[in-house]
Structure formats: C-alpha cells, structure tokens
C-alpha cells in the first residue's frame, strides 16, 4: 500500500523538512524529499507513521531495502531518526568530517555515505536535539572524550 498524502505531510512536517538520515534540507536540495520505510517493507514493515522517515535520495538509495537480521549487533545498525540520539554516536571534526564514536555510528556513516561532500552544509546539529542549544563553535569542535573513543573505534573501511 502507498504512503498516503496525508502520511507524506505529517512525515515531512514531523522531520521539519529534513533528511532524518543526514539532516540535508529541501532548501538546499531543491525539491521535497522522499519517504523511507525505516523498516523496509520488503523486510515485513509497514506503513505506519511511525516507520516513516523523511528521506533525501541520497540517504533513501544508499539504505535500500537495508534490514539488519533481528539479532544483528549494534555495528549492523543504522541510527533510527527521531528515536536515537544522534549525538551520541556521531560527531564533526573541526575540519567537517563526520566521525563515529560508536560502532552503530560509524556504521550510518559508512552505510549512507555520509562524507563532506554528501553534506555540504553538516546540518547534524541542527537536527539533533541534544546538541542544538549549543554554541556553534563548541559543537563543531570534538571533546577530547569524543576523539578518544573515535580512536577507539577506529575506522578501518576503504
Ligand atoms: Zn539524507
């Protein structure tokens, strides 16, 4: 069944008019955005509001049908929009570049492709709660924490 028109509106409105995945806005992208099925329907999911994710092209192709097995470890996982806490798994450099501090966010990172050249503008702090009270210039720059455990982490993909 698709997606009705009035799902589609509370979707892009519940998402501001941002990609859940990336954060990239209709405004920059020039056009409104898709709807993704957070758990594919190809995997049994549903067309609830709750499974619906306002998606850009980029992130809704590089996702596809993706569904991690039922018992698949966090590194398997994508970060869920809206229910986790981005924050807490992804973080920017001072030099722009998208970093995971845990297994799961480097795994959107890398699922997604999710470089600088993916997100011109890095609106992650935008679109992530906890962080965007912060000052700019503060969120922008990795706590020493954050660099220790990215390291921790290390990123070991092509
Ligand atoms: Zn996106």
Sequence with gaps: M???TEARSIVRAAFGGRCGYCGVSETSVGG?????HFHPLAAGGSDDIENLVYACTACNRFKGDYAPAHDAPESLRLLRPQRDDFGAHVEETVHGRLIGLTPRGWFHIQRLHLTPFAMPLLPYWRLIGPCSGRDPAGALRPSARALRR???YSYTAA
């Design 2 to 4: 698709a997606v009705s």
């Design 32 to 36: 409104e955005l898709e709807i993704d």
């Design 150 to 152: 990215a390291r921790a």
